[in-house]
């Protein structure tokens, strides 16, 4: 491995900071994205139990806020939950522009790494290009300089495309996922006010 950095020279460095990055944010969206984690099955039924035992208690606001995003917008329905529909409606959007903005975190900066990382490796395909061109002089090649040269072209491409096409692949899943876990609170949410103002049962 070392040696293939050596021959990939001084450019392969950016490369490699971002494809940890971008592996270590893939790690953590998949962790935190999880349906379990963020809107767990049956969660809007359970907390419509609570409710018709014990009404909108402060025990039972804070700990539905504490299970996960979908709790916190349950919360925030279940807080407004005497007031108009439009009011309750207001605030759980209020608290969902909240909550997506979070789930969304990072997938910037995944994004970023999926749109730069080629080129990173044209950057050092340059570079390497120079070294080839360098390697001409008045009495020939020098053929030591021109395999540099090379290797640092081929390198540079090769791991640009390499850290590229999985960021882009995770990024395009994320946004899908956030999208689907989204309109998934939303029907829990709708489920909720529904059940407030006696439109569901």
Do not use: C
Not at 29 to 55: C, I, K, N, Y
Not at 110 to 135: C, D, K, N, R, Y
Request: net charge neutral; proline share 5%; charged share 15%.
């Amino acid at each position: 491995m070392w040696s293939l950095i050596q021959a990939a020279g001084w450019p392969i460095w950016p490369l490699i900071i971002s494809s940890v990055i971008a592996l270590a944010l893939i790690f953590e969206r998949l962790w935190s994205l999880r349906q379990s984690v963020v809107a767990p099955a049956g969660m809007v039924d359970h907390v419509l139990v609570e409710f018709r035992h014990t009404g909108p208690t402060q025990d039972l606001l804070a700990r539905t806020a504490e299970q996960g995003p979908l709790g916190r917008i349950l919360a925030a329905g279940l807080a407004n939950v005497k007031s108009p529909r439009p009011v309750m409606k207001e605030a759980i959007e209020e608290v969902g522009r909240v909550v997506t903005h979070d789930l969304e975190r990072f997938l910037t900066t995944l994004g970023t790494i999926a749109a730069m990382s080629p080129l990173l490796g044209l950057f050092g395909t340059v570079v390497g290009m120079i070294e080839i061109f360098g390697s001409q002089t008045a009495s020939g090649s020098n053929p030591i300089q021109l395999a540099n040269g090379i290797s640092i072209a081929l390198y540079n491409t090769a791991m640009g495309l390499i850290v590229a096409i999985p960021s882009m692949i995770f990024y395009r899943h994320f946004r899908a996922k956030v999208h689907a876990l989204v309109v998934e609170m939303e029907q829990q949410a709708i489920k909720l006010v529904d059940f407030a103002h006696n439109e569901r049962r």
